[in-house]
C-alpha cells in the first residue's frame, strides 16, 4: 500500500471553505484563550493544546455524518469544537467549574457529550483505542450505517492494545476510522527515535486494513482522504487507517519546554505550513472573502472565546455532593 500524494484541491463551494476556515480559527483562538488561563492558574493539572492541528479534525468532521462516533486522547479541545459542543462548556470544564461538559470533575482531558456522541477525552495513552472498536461495534449490531473516528497519536500507535485492537476490527469488519494525528513527537521523542517504521499507517497490512499517509496541515487533504475512509466503513468493508501526518506548534502539555525541536523548525512551520493561513490565502485569492471580512470573523470569534473564559470564571465550582453523581449509568426505561 504505497502512501498517497495530497489529493487535487477539494471541489468545495466558497461557503464550505469559509466554514473550515472559521472552525480552525475558533480552535486556535480557543487554545490561545486556554493557555491564558493555565499561565493565570485557573486551569489545573494537565492541559494540551491542538494549536497546528486543527485541520485533522476540521477536515474528518466535514465528513461525518449525524449520528456518527468519535473518541479521542487527552488532546481534544480541538475535537469538541469542531463536532459542536458549546465553548462555554468546554471552558467551563477546563477550569474545573460546575457549567463544564463533566460538571468540572473531569477537566481537560476527560470531557463527553452524549448529544454529540463525542465519547472523551481519555487521559491513558490508547485506551481510547479498543473503546472506538467497541463504539464501532455497536453500530454494527444495530446495522445503522454509522462510523466511528478513533482518534489517537504517533506515540499511541506503538501501543500493544493497538494492535490487538486492529485485529479484532479486522475479524469483525467494524466501522471504525482509525486516526493516527502524527504530530511527529509524541510525548517528546521524534518519531525516527522512537518508530521503526516511517509510515506508521501501514502496520495495518498485516490484519489487511488499507489505509494511507495524508497531509495533515491542508484540510482539503485530510477531507478528500476522510471521504474514502468515510465510504469504505460505510459499504461494510471493515476498518480504515489513515495516518494523519501534521505538527503541533506548542509542546507536548502547557508544562512542556520543548527542547527537543529547535525554535526555528516550528517557525518555519508556522510561516510554510500553517493550516489556516493557507485557507486564508485560498479565500483572499479566489475573491471568496477579503480582508476586511476576514478581520471580522477573527474579531467575532475573539468576541465568542473571550465570553467562554467569561462564562467560566462566574461558573461556580462543583458542589463536594457532586463527587458521588454520575458513577453508574442510569438505568433505560
Given at each position: 500500500m504505497a502512501a498517497r500524494k495530497s489529493p487535487v484541491k477539494s471541489n468545495v463551494s466558497a461557503e464550505e471553505l469559509l466554514g473550515y476556515y472559521k472552525d480552525m480559527l475558533l480552535i486556535r483562538r480557543f487554545e490561545e484563550k486556554a493557555?491564558?488561563?493555565?499561565?493565570m492558574g485557573l486551569i489545573g493539572g494537565f492541559c494540551h493544546l491542538y494549536i497546528g492541528q486543527e485541520a485533522v479534525v476540521v477536515g474528518l468532521e466535514a465528513t461525518a455524518e449525524d449520528g456518527d462516533k468519535r473518541i479521542t486522547s487527552y488532546r481534544d479541545h480541538g475535537h469538541m469544537l469542531a463536532c459542536g459542543m458549546d465553548p462555554n462548556g468546554v471552558m467551563a470544564e477546563l477550569t474545573g467549574r460546575s457549567g463544564g461538559y463533566s460538571k468540572g470533575k473531569g477537566?481537560?482531558?476527560?470531557?463527553?457529550?452524549?448529544?454529540k456522541h463525542f465519547y472523551g477525552g481519555h487521559g491513558i495513552v490508547a485506551a481510547q483505542v479498543p473503546l472506538g472498536a467497541g463504539l464501532a461495534f455497536a453500530d454494527k449490531y444495530k446495522g445503522n450505517g454509522?462510523?466511528?473516528?478513533?482518534?489517537?497519536?504517533?506515540?499511541?500507535?506503538?501501543?500493544?492494545q493497538v494492535y490487538e485492537t486492529f485485529n479484532m476490527a479486522a475479524l469483525w469488519d467494524l466501522p471504525c476510522i482509525f486516526v493516527i494525528e502524527n504530530n511527529q513527537y509524541?510525548?517528546?521523542?521524534?518519531?525516527?527515535?522512537?518508530?521503526?517504521?516511517?509510515?506508521?499507517?501501514?502496520?495495518?497490512?498485516?490484519?489487511?486494513?488499507?489505509?494511507?499517509?495524508v497531509d495533515g496541515m491542508d484540510v482539503l487533504a485530510v477531507k478528500d482522504a476522510g471521504e474514502r475512509a468515510v465510504k469504505h466503513c460505510r459499504s461494510g468493508k471493515?476498518?480504515?487507517?489513515?495516518?494523519?501526518?501534521?505538527?503541533r506548534y506548542r509542546g507536548h502539555s502547557m508544562s512542556d519546554p520543548a527542547k527537543y525541536r529547535?525554535?526555528?523548525?516550528?517557525?518555519?512551520?508556522?510561516?510554510?505550513?500553517?493550516?489556516?493561513e493557507q485557507v486564508r490565502e485560498m479565500l483572499l485569492t479566489g475573491k471568496h472573502a477579503s480582508e476586511d471580512d476576514l478581520k471580522a470573523i477573527d474579531k467575532e470569534i475573539k468576541k465568542v472565546v473571550n465570553a467562554s473564559a467569561e462564562f467560566a470564571k462566574e461558573s461556580p465550582l462543583p458542589d463536594l455532593s457532586e463527587l458521588w453523581t454520575d458513577i453508574y449509568a442510569e438505568a433505560e426505561a
Open positions: 493557555g491564558q488561563l493555565y499561565g477537566g481537560s482531558m476527560h470531557m463527553f457529550s452524549k448529544e454509522r462510523v466511528t473516528f478513533t482518534y489517537f497519536g504517533d506515540g499511541a500507535a506503538n501501543q500493544g509524541a510525548m517528546g521523542t521524534a518519531q525516527k527515535r522512537s518508530t521503526s517504521s516511517p509510515d506508521i499507517y501501514t502496520r495495518g497490512a498485516a490484519f489487511g486494513i488499507p489505509g494511507e499517509a471493515g476498518p480504515y487507517i489513515l495516518e494523519i501526518k501534521t505538527y529547535t525554535r526555528e523548525e516550528v517557525q518555519k512551520m508556522r510561516d510554510e505550513r500553517d493550516p489556516i
